[in-house]
């Protein structure tokens, strides 16, 4: 607008802009100093970021800044500074017998602190956060153990994990489908879990049972002993303590007997190093159940059998 056709408005000595909405007319209001200077602040700062950092993408990377920082580099960095921290710990732990490690208190917390740590990353999906399993997954808290609650048993299993495919060293046991092999029929099935409910003194003896236990003698004993206290050598648990993998009820029972269970877990020794691997097999075994030294591969200990 030329200045011959300026309007000023009387009140404030400020020019209209010309545009006019139902009366209301806008003024031309300069912005505050202030506000201005911290705009040109902020584009002139903007500018000396785009020159020193990564900034502007491009089709498979970003302008990389003449300070060659990132945050990646950043990172790498960091691991760097905690590998070389952790280092000498991590040697020791490497170079000692993992029997050995209970006698060193400062090599025993570092493993169990660094196991603990390596368990909440690859362990509590399955196992959770405070390790107590659930159907399928075995509660690492208590003493039961399918293949050895020692050390060695421990680490054996972390590394080669339970039929675990393309691993020749897995731990592996395979229980017949009884029902659906047709080895045994339905009624059958009924007789030989009234059996396994005797031995674990969820239920009294009946005729139920009593057949039951020739069928049990018959098809189970090879692997579960006559007495049902299991045999480590082929992951077969035992049936007495009360403590039940995938349930002791008569549903969850007829459905292992009729058509088995095949739990797998990872061979963690393509996905962890060794001394990962030998820290969680610490920090496992001092979570409550684990054992000095490995319990016969037969049957456990009798007074050791508590019901739960």
Same mark, same amino acid.
Request: hydrophobic content about 45%; some cysteine; aromatic content about 6%.
């Given at each position: 607008?030329?200045?011959?056709?300026?309007?000023?408005?009387?009140?404030?000595? &400020?020019?209209?802009?010309?545009?006019? =909405?139902?009366?209301?007319?806008?003024?031309?209001?300069?912005?505050?100093?202030? =506000?201005?200077?911290?705009?040109?602040?902020?584009?002139?700062?903007?500018?000396?970021?785009?020159?020193?950092?990564?900034?502007?993408?491009?089709?498979?990377?970003?302008?990389?800044?003449?300070? #060659?920082?990132? !945050?990646?580099?950043?990172?790498?960095?960091?691991?760097?500074?905690?590998?070389?921290?952790?280092?000498?710990?991590?040697?020791?732990?490497?170079?000692?017998?993992?029997?050995?490690?209970?006698?060193?208190?400062?090599?025993?917390?570092?493993?169990?602190? #660094?196991?603990?740590?390596?368990?909440?990353?690859?362990?509590?999906?399955?196992?959770?956060?405070?390790?107590?399993?659930?159907?399928?997954?075995?509660?690492?808290?208590?003493?039961?153990?399918? =293949?050895?609650?020692?050390?060695?048993?421990?680490?054996?299993?972390?590394?080669?994990?339970?039929?675990?495919?393309?691993?020749?060293?897995?731990?592996?046991?395979?229980?017949?489908?009884?029902?659906?092999?047709?080895?045994?029929?339905?009624?059958?099935?009924?007789?030989?879990?009234?059996?396994?409910? &005797?031995?674990?003194?969820?239920?009294?003896? !009946?005729?139920? !049972?009593?057949?039951?236990?020739?069928?049990?003698?018959?098809?189970?004993?090879?692997?579960?002993?006559?007495?049902?206290?299991?045999?480590? &050598?082929?992951?077969?648990?035992? /049936?007495?303590?009360?403590? =039940?993998?995938?349930?002791?009820?008569?549903?969850?029972?007829?459905?292992?007997?009729?058509?088995?269970?095949? #739990?797998?877990?990872?061979?963690?020794?393509?996905? /962890?190093?060794?001394?990962?691997?030998?820290?969680?097999?610490?920090?496992?075994?001092?979570?409550?159940?684990?054992?000095?030294?490995?319990?016969?591969?037969?049957?456990?200990?009798?007074?050791?059998?508590?019901?739960?």
């Amino acid at each position: 607008m030329a200045d011959s056709q300026k309007r000023i408005d009387s009140a404030t000595g &400020t020019d209209f802009v010309g545009h006019e =909405w139902d009366g209301i007319e806008e003024l031309d209001t300069p912005m505050p100093r202030w =506000w201005l200077y911290i705009l040109y602040a902020t584009v002139v700062l903007a500018l000396i970021y785009v020159v020193l950092y990564p900034a502007i993408p491009l089709a498979d990377r970003a302008t990389p800044g003449t300070l #060659g920082w990132s !945050s990646l580099g950043e990172l790498a960095a960091e691991q760097r500074a905690d590998a070389k921290r952790k280092g000498p710990t991590l040697a020791a732990i490497a170079a000692t017998p993992i029997d050995r490690i209970a006698a060193n208190p400062a090599l025993l917390r570092a493993a169990q602190e #660094g196991g603990r740590a390596a368990f909440k990353v690859n362990c509590v999906q399955c196992h959770g956060a405070g390790a107590a399993g659930g159907a399928g997954y075995p509660n690492l808290n208590d003493d039961d153990w399918l =293949w050895g609650g020692d050390l060695a048993a421990i680490e054996q299993t972390l590394i080669h994990g339970i039929r675990h495919p393309g691993d020749d060293a897995t731990r592996a046991s395979q229980m017949p489908a009884f029902g659906r092999d047709g080895i045994l029929t339905a009624a059958q099935i009924a007789d030989v879990v009234a059996h396994v409910r &005797t031995l674990s003194r969820q239920e009294g003896a !009946s005729a139920a !049972s009593a057949r039951g236990k020739g069928l049990f003698a018959a098809n189970c004993a090879v692997c579960h002993g006559d007495d049902g206290m299991g045999n480590r &050598t082929v992951g077969a648990p035992n /049936l007495t303590d009360g403590i =039940w993998l995938y349930g002791g009820d008569r549903a969850a029972l007829s459905q292992t007997i009729a058509k088995a269970r095949y #739990g797998i877990m990872p061979a963690w020794n393509t996905r /962890l190093d060794p001394v990962t691997i030998k820290m969680l097999a610490v920090y496992v075994h001092t979570l409550g159940g684990g054992e000095r030294a490995p319990a016969p591969a037969l049957q456990q200990v009798a007074n050791n059998v508590q019901p739960r």
